[in-house]
């Protein structure tokens, strides 16, 4: 938590992950021999080509999305306004393996894009995404966060939206009990938080306080089917310590509870029409929400000159509201509206990110299911802390999509 980064190494993440994945590939060359009919493996992937143009300003290391925290947070942060952009950054490649063993079939996954992020910002270059080995009901590796509700996500081709989602992907030891009507799961997982040190970030103090990662983040979900769709709810539990181990006349070490809830459904509302939705509220939890800044801020606490600052969970409330409506057998469109709420602490900087406004109209064409190309109209506003600055953008995108997908069992081809 605190007053610096809490990220963990992203090579040792990626590292850890990789060696899972090729011990779970290693475990299905041993079984192959025994269990011919019940081995396979998948290569799937898309490759997306993106076209568009910036009206107005946003941060060139993220110029295919509208991602909100990126807006400028002061006049002309990333000028001049206008700017056309191509890329590829989306195509995404992934291996799926199985095989069956005496505790019944082990499947696997790994997964990647080209969507640079950490210290690879704004490149084109490899981004791990997934590495995950399931048996039974039992999973291990990261993928999405069982905070996380995959299905909920609207048809839209911005890569990162909308802004409130909750969309982490976490190293994690998962079990799931699924059946026709219901599912629920719990998991333990990999902690981690950001945090935003404010007014106060250029002090040498905080450089001496250190996180402590002391038990992992637990999370849960229940799903319930209903008439023409479902509602799940989800939780997170995290406890968050840090550390100071500096100067010792002043007290900067602390902990704070992050817990957040969700709430999501889709549901059908005629032939044509499908609504999705989904509210989530908590506090410390912006680094499971696709676009919500730091989960940990800066408070005064002069009246206590031994502690003369604190760190804090600051509270976030986030939604969306999106509506998939089939014109045709190959045309459709997606309308939709999302918001995130910050309440900041009262170190933060003025110019911190307090709220945004992301919308989406498109309009899309699928001839067949491995082929997607459409037009997608995006806005996203921005609002700061305490400066009355905001700043806000208008985006025309277009893409073009190609699925594939292929298996190779011992049977032959597919």
């Keep these: 938590m605190s007053y ?19 011990l779970v590939v290693g475990q299905a060359n041993a079984q192959e021999q025994e269990q011919e009919q019940e081995n396979g493996l998948e290569v ?15 941060d060139p290391n993220w ?22 952009f191509f890329s590829v950054r989306e195509t995404q490649v992934g291996i799926n393996t199985r095989v069956q063993t005496p505790l019944g079939q082990l499947k696997s996954k790994f997964e990647f894009d080209l969507f640079g992020s950490g210290p690879d910002e704004g490149q ?9 080995a399931e048996l039974g009901r039992l999973l291990i590796g990261q993928t ?28 994690q030891l998962r079990y799931t009990n699924d059946s026709e009507q219901q599912r629920w799961a719990i998991a333990l997982e990999q902690p981690d938080v950001t945090s935003d040190e404010g007014v106060y970030a250029d002090r040498i103090e905080l450089q001496n306080v250190k996180p402590e990662f002391k038990v992992p983040d637990l999370t849960a979900e229940y799903r319930k089917m209903i008439q023409n769709g479902y509602v799940e709810l989800a939780g ?21 509870v992050g817990w957040g809830f969700n709430i999501s459904s889709i549901k059908q509302l005629n032939r044509q029409t499908l609504f999705k939705g989904q509210f989530v509220v908590g506090k410390g939890i912006q680094n499971h929400l696709t676009d919500a800044a730091a ?36 045309w459709s469109s997606t309308l939709g509206y999302s918001r995130v709420r910050i309440y ?41 802390f305490s400066d009355g600055f905001d700043s806000s953008a208008v985006k025309i995108h277009f893409s073009l999509k190609y699925s594939f997908s292929h298996t190779v069992s011992k049977n032959g081809n597919k």
Excluded at 67 to 82: A, D, H, I, S, W
Excluded at 124 to 132: C, L, M, N, Q, S
Excluded at 344 to 359: E, L, P, V
């Design 295 to 330: 989960n940990i801020g800066i408070e005064n606490n002069f009246d206590n000159p031994s502690t003369p600052i604190l760190g804090v969970a600051l509270p976030v409330v986030g939604g969306f509201a999106f509506l998939e409506h089939k014109w045709t057998p190959t």
């Design 124 to 132: 084109t270059t490899f981004h791990f995404r997934k590495a995950y």
């Design 63 to 84: 110029f295919e999305t509208m991602r909100v925290t990126k807006l400028p947070k002061y006049e002309n942060q990333f000028g001049p306004n206008g700017n056309i």
């Design 144 to 171: 999405e966060s069982t905070f996380t509700d995959t299905d909920v996500s609207p048809k839209i081709l911005d890569y990162g939206a909308p802004s409130s989602r909750p969309w982490l992907r976490n190293i």
């Design 344 to 384: 900041n602490s009262d170190a933060q900087a003025a110019h911190a990110f307090k709220n945004s406004h992301y919308a989406i109209l498109n309009l899309l064409y699928q001839p067949f299911s491995a082929l997607l190309a459409g037009t997608e109209l995006q806005w996203g506003k921005r609002n700061n």
């Design 236 to 256: 997170v539990l995290k406890w968050i310590r840090w550390e100071n181990t500096g100067n010792a006349s002043i007290d900067l070490s602390g902990e704070e």
């Design 4 to 22: 610096f980064s809490f990220s963990l190494s992203l090579k040792f993440r990626q590292a850890l992950s990789l060696l899972l994945f090729l």
């Design 44 to 58: 799937y992937g898309f490759i997306k080509i993106d076209i568009g143009y910036n009206f107005d300003q946003l």
